[in-house]
């Protein structure tokens, strides 16, 4: 590998070494102060930041719109912008001049018109910009799909319009790519040769640009060509070089997760070098009373397409939400002292009531198959619960307004966002997202990714800037607010993430799997920090979860999800001690027999399957029923048992799980339902349990709860 990696470094390095060796280096300065020289030293330099600036110009859009959009034809469209890539520059020059030369398909008309192009200054600039615009399209439109939309949409979710989010996230992401992308357009505009000798000529001063005197003084003074040749190179190193280093500074080159960061935030050292190690919620009486209050972003109450700017809303109280009569007056006086627009505040979390608007919505999205009915009350968590594909970030994407419904209506809290008439976009809903990913802004450090949303509010910096330090401390991640993304673990990016999401005080928080992408450790303290800042807050949150252990940590309520629809709803406990959908018996961790109640009223009747159990009172003879039971109430034998009446169900066993000590034995019967047991694995020997066994379940009576479906 190292040798034939040493000769491809020593084919590119050997000629220009060996080039530098026989400059004349005395007679440099004199070399290059010829007429000549400095004509061609001046028009290469004139035209190629002509040319340089014509592809930003062309380029940034052509990118934009080729990495954003879809149309047909698109694949043409790129083909034909990157093939003066491959094409040699002779033919990208003839191609130019059959065009636009004075016999060309355009140029006998420009000339008409009295507009010479072939042969001028402006020839070599066209020609140019020709063969280095797909190096800055390319890089480009690469860097726009790699960043994607999710930086944005976070941001709109933040309350950032969309020029606030063009200005403050599109571009800062970009300019990297735009930094490299122009410095290889200025380099290749400053190599250009073949197209500039074919389109534009060799007239002094007016298109000889720098390679083309080289090329003249090759055959009378070699040394002039060496000495310009040397100019050349060191104007490329430095842009090659320039490129480099900010492709290593580029912010996005790290991203969360560096290896071997510790994840408590409060571990990460002080810049005073104190160690500031303390719980999240000591953190936040440690801000001190100054700090203890919230604001409420200056986030426009609209409720129709047709309102009036956020600017004209501030200083229209009476049009805004209801957010003085919701504050008690203790709050709304530490608010005051704050020195905060009255609008641009509001209490929350600390013991101070938080915002917590109620949630409707019935609406489909019928592309995903998708119709949903959810009324949830104010000021609960809840959570979210479905398989993969069941809908669950679709009703995220509904509530904070990054998918339209096609049809029904969205309301959070008195607001209408979405029906056939309205539509609040995601800048306005005030529900603010925290996805899966931290998603923090690259270019910006903790606290400023923390005093976004207030910043894109209208608040001013110190205000901001002083909420966000607050929000950081909530989170337990005070110590990290001048660290750039890069330089966080996940567990940290994702505090600093949950801190922005609270900074504007949202009506309504979205968690989509905040936890998913955590490793255990920081998943379990990250956990915690959720029940500290959720449980019992009065925030409205909706929390898209797999995992249980989420669901008794923060929810108050749970809603299941499958197939683009409700299954079930209702109080987090009732929904684990009661499930009624597969998948919340599943998470529960205990068998379920949907059917109808005997006429008997004694057990629950589905297919050929009857079981017996303790029959809620509220059931009535057959109607929808539920029945639960433990897969450690079931046990398993290949004959009919004897002793006690209990349930007997012949099953086919479809897989083993280890759990813990015990087996898990999944079966289905006859009917095809699931149904679990679990045994000890001497048990599992004994019976000699396989896939495919034909074998009976078993459970008593007393263990198999009956409820209403
Ligand atoms: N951008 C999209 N365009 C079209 N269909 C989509 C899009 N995103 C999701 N879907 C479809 O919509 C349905 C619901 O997807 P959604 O992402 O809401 O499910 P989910 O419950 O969040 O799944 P997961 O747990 O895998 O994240 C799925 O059938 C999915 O394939």
Request: hydrophobic share 50%; net charge positive.
């Amino acid at each position: 590998m190292a040798a034939p990696a040493a000769v491809a470094v020593l084919l590119l390095a050997v000629p220009v070494l060996g080039m530098l060796l026989r400059v004349p280096w005395a007679r440099f300065p004199a070399l290059l102060a010829t007429e000549a020289s400095v004509d061609a030293l001046l028009l290469s330099l004139r035209t190629s930041l002509a040319a340089t600036a014509l592809c930003v110009l062309l380029g940034v859009p052509l990118a934009l719109v080729l990495a954003r959009t879809r149309w047909p034809g698109q694949r043409v469209v790129r083909t034909l912008v990157l093939l003066p890539l491959v094409l040699p520059p002779v033919v990208s020059g003839l191609a130019l001049l059959t065009t636009l030369g004075r016999r060309g398909l355009l140029g006998a008309r420009l000339e008409a018109l009295g507009i010479d192009v072939a042969f001028t200054t402006a020839a070599v600039v066209l020609a140019q910009t020709f063969v280095s615009l797909p190096f800055l399209v390319l890089s480009l439109e690469g860097a726009v799909r790699t960043a994607g939309h999710r930086y944005e949409d976070v941001a709109a979710t933040l309350g950032a319009r969309p020029t606030t989010v063009l200005r403050r996230v599109t571009l800062p992401l970009l300019l990297p790519a735009l930094g490299s992308g122009t410095a290889l357009a200025f380099a290749r505009s400053l190599g250009e040769f073949g197209a500039t000798l074919t389109f534009a000529g060799s007239l002094q001063g007016v298109t000889r640009t720098l390679p083309l005197e080289i090329y003249l003084q090759r055959e009378t003074d070699p040394d002039a060509a060496l000495a310009l040749s040397v100019v050349l190179i060191a104007v490329a190193a430095v842009i090659v070089l320039a490129t480099q280093r900010g492709r290593r500074r580029s912010p996005g080159a790290g991203g969360p997760g560096a290896a071997g960061e510790p994840d408590d935030a409060a571990s990460a050292p002080s810049p005073t070098g104190v160690d500031r190690r303390s719980a999240p919620g000591q953190a936040a009486a440690g801000a001190g009373p100054g700090v203890t209050v919230s604001f409420r972003q200056a986030w426009p109450d609209e409720s129709s397409p047709q309102r009036a700017p956020v600017a004209e809303e501030r200083s229209a109280p009476a049009r805004r939400a209801p957010v003085a009569e919701e504050r008690p007056a203790a709050a709304r006086r530490a608010l005051a002292a704050t020195g905060m627009p009255a609008a641009a505040r509001r209490p929350a979390g600390g013991g101070e009531p938080a915002p917590g608007a109620s949630i409707m919505v019935h609406a489909s999205v019928p592309e995903r198959g998708v119709d949903l009915d959810v009324e949830l009350p104010g000021g609960q968590v809840v959570a979210v619960l479905g398989p993969n594909g069941a809908g669950k970030s679709t009703l995220l994407g509904l509530l904070s307004g990054l998918v339209r419904p096609g049809a029904g209506t969205v309301r959070i809290g008195a607001r209408t966002v979405a029906d056939d008439a309205t539509w609040v976009p995601p800048h306005a809903r005030r529900a603010a997202l925290l996805a899966q990913e931290p998603l923090l802004l690259p270019h910006l450090d903790a606290l400023g990714n923390v005093a976004f949303g207030p910043r894109a509010g209208g608040v001013p910096r110190a205000s901001a800037d002083r909420l966000a330090r607050e929000r950081l401390a909530q989170v337990g991640a005070e110590a990290l607010a001048g660290r750039r993304p890069h330089q966080l673990s996940g567990g940290q990016a994702q505090r600093v993430a949950l801190a922005r999401a609270l900074a504007p005080e949202p009506d309504v928080l979205l968690l989509d799997e905040p936890l998913s992408a955590l490793d255990v450790s920081a998943a379990v303290a990250m956990r915690q920090v959720l029940r500290t800042l959720l449980r019992g807050s009065g925030r409205t949150a909706v929390l898209v979860t797999h995992d249980l252990l989420d669901v008794l940590a923060v929810a108050d309520a749970v809603v299941v999800l499958d197939g683009g629809r409700v299954v079930e709803q209702g109080p987090a406990l009732e929904v684990l001690t009661r499930p009624r959908s597969a998948f919340a018996a599943r998470l529960a961790g205990v068998n379920l027999v949907l059917g109808g109640l005997a006429p008997e009223g004694d057990a629950v009747v589905t297919g050929s399957l009857a079981l017996h159990g303790l029959v809620d009172p509220a059931c009535q003879a057959g109607e929808q029923v539920a029945a639960t039971f433990s897969p450690r109430a079931v046990s398993v034998h290949r004959t009919p048992p004897g002793g006690s009446p209990r349930n007997v169900v012949g099953v086919t066993v479809t897989g083993l799980e280890h759990l813990g000590e015990l087996v898990r034995v999944r079966a289905t019967t006859a009917d095809g339902h699931s149904l679990a047991a679990d045994i000890t694995p001497a048990a599992v020997a004994e019976l000699s349990l396989q896939h495919g066994a034909t074998v009976l379940f078993s459970v008593k009576a007393a263990e198999v709860t009956i409820f209403p479906a």
